[in-house]
Structure formats: C-alpha cells, structure tokens
C-alpha cells in the first residue's frame, strides 16, 4: 500500500517548544570554546607519549562531538495535542512473552483487556507453556505460541501477525501494562494517513529499581530513560525520526506490511523496524504523555544486559543500514539515527577518562606539554561547561551525578556491543542465566576502584622519589583518581543495596483505606501502605495483643467496590525505644483470583503513586534559577501522610458516609488533600470524620478539584480542601 492512498488527511505539525534565547546562546558559547580548546590542545600534544596524548585529544573531541549533535536533535521539542480517536478503528493488542512469571503477565492482560476502545488482546507466548494458555483461557483473551522458539521478539510479532486482520496493533511487553486510556489517546493520531506508528514513553512503576534515584525528600524521582522519554523523543518527533520501542507503541497494519513486517534480523528489532519505515517515507508520532507502566531492571545485571543487548542490535543496525550515507532519510533524521547509535560507543572516552589519573599517577605521563596550571584550568573549564550545557538542553531532565553513575556501571557494556558481535541464542541464554547475579557485573567497577586506590600512593611514592610529576599535576591527578573510585564505589554500593531486596513483588506507596478486624475485636478503620497484592503494612489502632501470626479479615475500599481480605500477621514495626509495635507487616491470604485482581487492577497499569505523593522526575536548571525563571517544582516538604475518612454532604447527613483518605500535615504544601472514589459535587460544603492512630476528629470544608487519575478499574478523584 502507498503511502499517499493511505485513509485520513495530514494533521497539522505539532507544536514545538524552542530551546529558548539564553540556552541557544550557551551553546553557541560552548561551540566557540571547544573550538578554541581543541584547537590548543592540539598544538599542545604531549611529547612524552604521542599516542596517549592522541587518545586523550580523541576522546575530549568525542565528548564535545557528541554533546553538539544532542543539542541539535533536543534543539526544539514537540508538544502535541490528543486527537480524538475516531470510531470503528479495528484494533489487536500484542502481549509478548517468553519466560516471564504468570503474575506479571496477569497484570499486564488484566489491564490490556480493560483498556476502553473496543480491541481483542492477544497472549504471544514464544514460551509455548500450558499456563499461560490456561491463563489466556482464563482470562477470555486470544493465545498463539510458535512451536519453534526463535529468541526473537520480531519474529514472535511477525508470527501473530499472520493470523491478525485488524488495521491497528498495540504492542506491550509482559510487564507493561497500558492505561486505561492508551488506545483513546493515541488512536486519533492515526487521522493522519500518512503516520505508521504512535509511541508513548517507557515508563516504569518499581522506584525501587537498579535505574532510579530520589531526591528532595524522596519527592524528584529519576531513572535513566528520563532524559529520553522526556526530552530526546520528543527532539526527534519534530523531525519526524521518534523511535519506535519494543512496547507501549501502536502501530498501523498497512506501514508494517508495506516494510514486511517486524525487522528481525537484528538485535534491535524495534530501531531497526523504525528506521525502515522512515525509509519508506512514513510519518511517526511521539505521544509524551506516559500512558503504561513496566518493570525497570531491579539489579545490576538485567540493567547491563538489557543495555548490552540493545547497543549490540543498534551496531547492527548501524553495519546493515549505512545510516550516515541513507539517500531515504532527512539530514534531521540521519543525526537522529547517529545520536541514538553512537551513544552507545559513550564507554570507550569514558573509559578513557577513568585510566588517565592512573596512567598519570603511575607513569608520570601528562596528556600535554602546556605548563599544568594552564592545562588544568583549561581542562576543568570546558569540560564543567560541557556538563553545565547538558543540564540545560537537558531542561531539567538531565540528573548529572545519575548519569556518570550510570556511564560508569555500563561503560564495559558499551564497549563490549561495539566490538563483540551479537552472540547465537544459546549464548544470548546464558547470558541472560547469568544476568541474574550481581558480581560478573561489578568486576570492571571493582578493578577501577582497586587501580585508582592503588595509583594514587604509587603516584606519590614516585614523586618522592624522582619527582617525575609537577607537584600540581600529582595533585590534580589524584583529585580526579580519587573522585573515579567514589564513583565506581558508588556503583557498587547501589548494586550490593538493590541486590539485597528480597520481596517478590514491587510495594506501591499508595493509600489503600480498609476496614478490618482482630478476631474478636471491632471493626477498624484503617490506611493500608506499601502495598502489594502479596501483602501490606499498616499503621493504626490494632490491639496490641496482635503479634506476629494473628489473622485477620476485612474489605478495601477500591474503585471498583469494596474487596473482601484475609491477611495473617508476618511483622511487627516497632516504636523507637521498642516499647510497643507501631505498625505490623502483614501478607495477603486470598479465597479467589477476582479478589486479587481487583487490588492489582488498582495498582498497576495508573500513576497514582506518582499523583498521590506528588512526585516529579524534573528539577529546576542552573538558568532557571540564576533568572528565577520558573518556581521549584516541589515543595521541601516530605511526601504526605495518609489517613481514612468518611465523608458526606453537610447538608444530606442522613445518607451514609463514604469512605476515602486525606493528607496528614508534614510541615508544608497547600493544605490538605482528600483522594475519593467517585466524584464530588464541589458546590457543597463536606463534613469529614478523619480517622488516625490517636483518635477521630471531624472537619468541615470544601473539595477543590485537583486531578482525576485513571487506573484500569474506575478512577481516583483528587482534591484540595478548603475550610
């Protein structure tokens, strides 16, 4: 099919937000002081040893290379309107999995199926296991397993696709489940006959992951797809080159028939499949708003090996498709496509710039014949304005101290997927056996730290003795040795930390109010926290004679009706001091699959966790704050406290309370919150009775409507009270 007789007209281009004045001239400020640095650190090679100077010239040129083609991709940014998704649009849902738990996959078909454009689900297990097809049974959704396991996820969508006939396909990995919305959303994109694909970011629900970091109270939350999500994705899509992911992505039938389907033959089937249809004269949209949640890596290892496998398959890409001499790409996209494979070559000048201190320390080599107090300041001032611009272009999305953590756990990663190439599928199995320990990869981490401890009393045992160094050289060299070895110390403490969790599922910090009971004591009315559908904690009023091994019964209060619980007691949190549980840990006991999925329904596939905390995954820039441009994103105080209430109109008391939860003060923010789970007819005024640990109080206000969060039941409504 052409693309020209595709159905719909042209939508308009997205809007586009520019880099703005200031951050454009900091750039140009940079290009002209690179210029001028390289162009003296040419002049200035070091004749002790040419060929380590040549490197170190090489790798700072990389650095600055790379820094200017980001900075062109991220020049402007799209911001685009939800179209309205048109009626009658015939649409499957691809799951894929492999070796996946059924609990996860669960998840994911539970939120799939309750997505609310009319579509088919569809199980694509390579697996070929008789309880995912139980599960798919169970679950009333379509099951295909290739009798022949491949490895490939291309060929595994391919296959699926034989036996489909709609015009649309939505694609999830089995760990991410869609929000209610996803189709809504992103179908009316598709208005446009010429666009083949609409991708939405890789969002992650596990905070706790190897890939996040939190700051600010635990309120800025980062992880390390961040910066692409929000800011490279949406740089590509005004250049018509956003990049197609292996999830979270609806796809046009026509544009994938019109490139044979998946790319399967390489490692990167997704880059791969997006390049091809960009090369056909296909149109892509990137929808920014994060409509899915998956699991990000927990470890070290599947991080890495999750990184190894994709730069390994982008260097495929890179071989077959001789992206730099395309004649079917625009001079935009061909930077977009450079940008996106040559980030994973970042490991070798980082590499470099790790071994420097210590071939300095031990040999006393400088990289240059300039005095050292000139190369020094010279060297600290391009490469600090370097890191100033990232931030920038970033627009506050760029975690600089997460970022060199993360070069550093996979800087041998990098290397590795542009010199190895990609390995049979029975080495990518055992690989992926081996991705499930921590240590193979925390070697190259470990033996950085061990030569920048060992450099630096050898560097100076050297210079006491020959004096081979300036004195000025051996301190700067030491600096820089001693901050490589806390970063790769940082690394591995992060590693040994997340390697510890031993909990099966993720704990969302999300309220969950309940009523429950003690044997034979009275109802409570309660706040479950930390919840999983395995278990929960929970802070209130429970008798105290309530030790480890009591049971206890109840429902919760969830979107979609109140959910009868078992639970036996596993822990009990103690006050400082010890003198009494504060709290008791408790796992769930469920008489039936229904009950379970209405409390993952709730949980899974929604940010309510990030609404309801307030998290962000932005800071203010270093422009920002020196013009008072924008306001901080967050509020210094910590993340709120919940509590249940039952509340009412004031004026209609004679019609039973519902139940809910609100803030607890924390020393800040704009007054309390009150989550309900239906909506409030804001013009009256409500009477609250507000439950917490030492007692009730009632409260009278009104509702001012904040936010409506979908989850894949019913939705969460938020509001400021106002006395």
Same mark, same amino acid.
């Given at each position: 099919?052409?693309?020209?007789?595709?159905?719909?007209?042209?939508?308009?281009?997205?809007?586009?937000?520019?880099?703005?004045?200031?951050?454009?001239?900091?750039?140009?400020?940079?290009?002209?002081?690179?210029?001028?640095?390289?162009?003296?650190?040419?002049?200035?090679?070091?004749?002790?040893?040419?060929?380590?100077? &040549?490197?170190? &010239?090489?790798?700072?040129?990389?650095?600055?290379?790379?820094?200017?083609?980001?900075?062109?991709?991220?020049?402007?940014?799209?911001?685009?309107?939800?179209?309205?998704?048109?009626?009658?649009?015939?649409?499957?849902?691809?799951?894929?999995?492999?070796?996946?738990?059924?609990?996860?996959?669960?998840?994911?078909?539970?939120?799939?199926?309750?997505?609310?454009?009319?579509?088919?689900?569809?199980?694509?297990?390579?697996?070929?296991?008789?309880?995912?097809?139980?599960?798919?049974?169970?679950?009333?959704?379509?099951?295909?397993?290739?009798?022949?396991?491949?490895?490939? *996820?291309?060929?595994?969508?391919?296959?699926?696709?034989?036996?489909?006939?709609?015009?649309?396909?939505?694609?999830?990995?089995?760990?991410?489940?869609?929000? %209610?919305?996803?189709?809504?959303?992103?179908?009316?994109?598709?208005?446009?006959?010429?666009?083949?694909?609409?991708?939405?970011?890789?969002?992650?629900?596990?905070?706790?992951?190897?890939?996040?970091? %939190?700051?600010?109270?635990?309120?800025?939350?980062?992880?390390?797809?961040?910066?692409?999500?929000?800011?490279?994705?949406?740089?590509?899509?005004?250049?018509?080159?956003?990049?197609?992911?292996?999830?979270?992505?609806?796809?046009?039938?026509?544009?994938?028939?019109?490139?044979?389907?998946?790319?399967?033959?390489?490692?990167?089937?997704?880059?791969?499949?997006?390049?091809?249809?960009?090369?056909?004269?296909?149109?892509?949209?990137?929808?920014?708003?994060?409509?899915?949640?998956?699991?990000?890596?927990?470890?070290?290892?599947?991080?890495?090996?999750?990184?190894?496998?994709?730069?390994?398959?982008?260097?495929?890409?890179?071989?077959?498709?001789?992206?730099?001499?395309?004649?079917?790409?625009?001079?935009?996209?061909? !930077?977009?496509?450079?940008?996106?494979? &040559?980030? =994973?070559?970042?490991?070798?000048?980082?590499? *470099?710039?790790?071994?420097?201190?210590?071939?300095?320390?031990?040999?006393?080599?400088?990289?240059?014949?300039?005095?050292?107090?000139?190369?020094?300041?010279?060297?600290?001032?391009?490469?600090?304005?370097?890191?100033?611009?990232?931030?920038?272009?970033?627009?506050?999305?760029?975690?600089?101290?997460?970022?060199?953590?993360?070069?550093?756990?996979?800087?041998?990663?990098?290397?590795?997927?542009?010199?190895?190439?990609?390995?049979?599928?029975?080495?990518?199995?055992?690989?992926?056996?081996?991705?499930?320990?921590?240590?193979?990869?925390?070697?190259?981490?470990?033996?950085?730290?061990?030569?920048?401890?060992?450099?630096?009393?050898?560097?100076?045992?050297? =210079?006491?003795?020959?004096?081979?160094?300036?004195?000025?050289?051996?301190?700067?060299?030491?600096?820089?040795?001693?901050?490589?070895?806390?970063?790769?110390?940082?690394?591995?403490?992060?590693?040994?930390?997340?390697?510890?969790?031993?909990?099966?599922?993720?704990?969302?910090? *999300?309220?969950?109010?309940?009523?429950?009971?003690?044997?034979?004591?009275?109802?409570?009315?309660?706040?479950?926290?930390?919840?999983?559908?395995?278990?929960?904690?929970?802070?209130?009023?429970?008798?105290?004679?309530?030790?480890?091994?009591?049971?206890?019964?109840?429902?919760?209060?969830?979107?979609?009706?109140?959910?009868?619980?078992?639970?036996?007691?596993?822990?009990?949190?103690?006050?400082?001091?010890?003198?009494?549980?504060?709290?008791?840990?408790?796992?769930?006991?469920?008489?039936?699959?229904?009950?379970?999925?209405?409390?993952?329904? =709730?949980?899974?596939?929604?940010?309510?966790?990030?609404?309801?905390?307030?998290?962000?995954?932005?800071?203010?820039?270093?422009?920002?704050?020196?013009?008072?441009?924008?306001?901080?994103?967050?509020?210094?105080?910590?993340?709120?406290?919940?509590?249940?209430?039952?509340?009412?109109?004031?004026?209609?008391?004679?019609?039973?309370?519902?139940?809910?939860?609100?803030?607890?003060?924390?020393?800040?923010?704009?007054?309390?919150?009150?989550?309900? &789970?239906?909506?409030?007819?804001?013009?009256?005024?409500?009477?609250?009775?507000?439950?917490?640990?030492?007692?009730?109080?009632? *409260?009278?206000?009104?509702?001012?409507?904040?936010?409506?969060?979908?989850?894949?039941?019913?939705?969460? !409504?938020?509001? %400021?009270?106002?006395?």
């Amino acid at each position: 099919m052409a693309i020209e007789e595709a159905d719909g007209a042209a939508l308009a281009p997205p809007a586009r937000e520019p880099l703005g004045r200031a951050r454009v001239m900091l750039v140009w400020v940079y290009v002209g002081v690179a210029v001028a640095y390289l162009g003296w650190r040419a002049t200035s090679l070091g004749s002790a040893n040419l060929v380590f100077s &040549l490197v170190f &010239l090489a790798a700072e040129a990389c650095a600055a290379a790379g820094l200017l083609l980001h900075a062109f991709v991220t020049r402007r940014l799209s911001v685009r309107q939800t179209t309205p998704a048109p009626p009658g649009m015939s649409v499957d849902v691809f799951v894929t999995t492999r070796d996946e738990p059924l609990e996860m996959l669960r998840r994911t078909l539970l939120a799939a199926k309750s997505m609310d454009y009319p579509h088919e689900t569809w199980v694509l297990d390579d697996g070929n296991r008789l309880e995912m097809r139980e599960l798919a049974d169970e679950l009333r959704v379509r099951y295909i397993a290739r009798p022949i396991d491949t490895g490939s *996820v291309a060929g595994n969508l391919n296959n699926a696709l034989r036996y489909s006939r709609s015009a649309f396909v939505a694609i999830f990995d089995a760990h991410h489940a869609p929000a %209610r919305g996803f189709l809504t959303e992103t179908l009316g994109h598709f208005r446009d006959g010429r666009v083949a694909f609409v991708q939405t970011p890789l969002d992650a629900y596990n905070l706790d992951s190897f890939g996040h970091r %939190r700051k600010r109270h635990g309120l800025v939350v980062w992880n390390d797809l961040t910066l692409f999500s929000r800011v490279v994705q949406r740089g590509r899509d005004c250049d018509n080159a956003a990049v197609l992911c292996s999830s979270c992505a609806v796809l046009r039938r026509a544009a994938l028939d019109h490139v044979s389907g998946f790319a399967p033959a390489t490692l990167a089937p997704a880059l791969h499949t997006s390049l091809k249809l960009h090369q056909a004269g296909w149109h892509s949209v990137y929808h920014a708003r994060s409509l899915a949640f998956g699991m990000a890596p927990a470890s070290i290892g599947p991080f890495v090996g999750r990184y190894l496998r994709r730069g390994q398959g982008a260097m495929q890409v890179w071989r077959r498709e001789r992206i730099a001499l395309s004649s079917h790409l625009t001079t935009a996209q061909k !930077f977009a496509y450079l940008d996106d494979v &040559l980030a =994973y070559g970042a490991g070798w000048r980082k590499a *470099v710039f790790y071994l420097a201190p210590i071939a300095i320390l031990t040999t006393g080599v400088l990289p240059t014949d300039a005095p050292v107090a000139v190369f020094a300041a010279a060297f600290a001032a391009f490469h600090l304005l370097g890191l100033w611009v990232r931030q920038e272009i970033g627009r506050g999305y760029a975690n600089l101290l997460g970022e060199e953590q993360y070069h550093m756990a996979r800087f041998a990663a990098s290397i590795t997927a542009t010199l190895v190439p990609a390995p049979p599928a029975a080495a990518r199995a055992e690989r992926a056996r081996v991705a499930g320990k921590t240590w193979p990869f925390v070697l190259p981490q470990g033996a950085l730290l061990i030569a920048s401890a060992v450099a630096i009393p050898a560097g100076i045992g050297l =210079y006491a003795k020959a004096g081979a160094l300036p004195l000025a050289a051996l301190a700067g060299a030491a600096i820089w040795a001693a901050a490589n070895g806390a970063l790769a110390g940082s690394v591995l403490a992060l590693s040994a930390r997340v390697a510890a969790f031993r909990r099966r599922d993720y704990r969302f910090r *999300v309220p969950v109010p309940a009523r429950l009971r003690f044997a034979d004591d009275g109802p409570l009315l309660g706040i479950f926290d930390d919840v999983s559908s395995s278990g929960f904690k929970f802070y209130g009023p429970f008798p105290q004679r309530a030790g480890v091994g009591s049971r206890l019964t109840g429902h919760l209060f969830l979107p979609s009706g109140k959910v009868a619980f078992a639970a036996v007691v596993r822990a009990e949190m103690m006050a400082f001091g010890g003198g009494h549980a504060k709290g008791i840990g408790c796992s769930f006991e469920w008489s039936s699959n229904a009950a379970r999925d209405a409390l993952e329904r =709730y949980l899974y596939g929604t940010d309510l966790q990030w609404a309801v905390n307030e998290l962000e995954d932005r800071t203010p820039t270093m422009l920002e704050r020196l013009t008072r441009a924008t306001a901080p994103t967050r509020p210094q105080s910590p993340a709120p406290h919940w509590a249940p209430v039952l509340y009412q109109h004031a004026a209609n008391t004679l019609v039973p309370p519902h139940v809910g939860f609100v803030s607890l003060p924390t020393g800040g923010g704009d007054g309390p919150r009150l989550a309900t &789970l239906e909506p409030l007819d804001i013009k009256l005024p409500l009477r609250l009775r507000i439950v917490t640990r030492t007692g009730s109080r009632s *409260v009278v206000g009104r509702a001012v409507p904040m936010q409506r969060v979908e989850t894949p039941a019913n939705p969460v !409504f938020l509001y %400021r009270l106002a006395s």
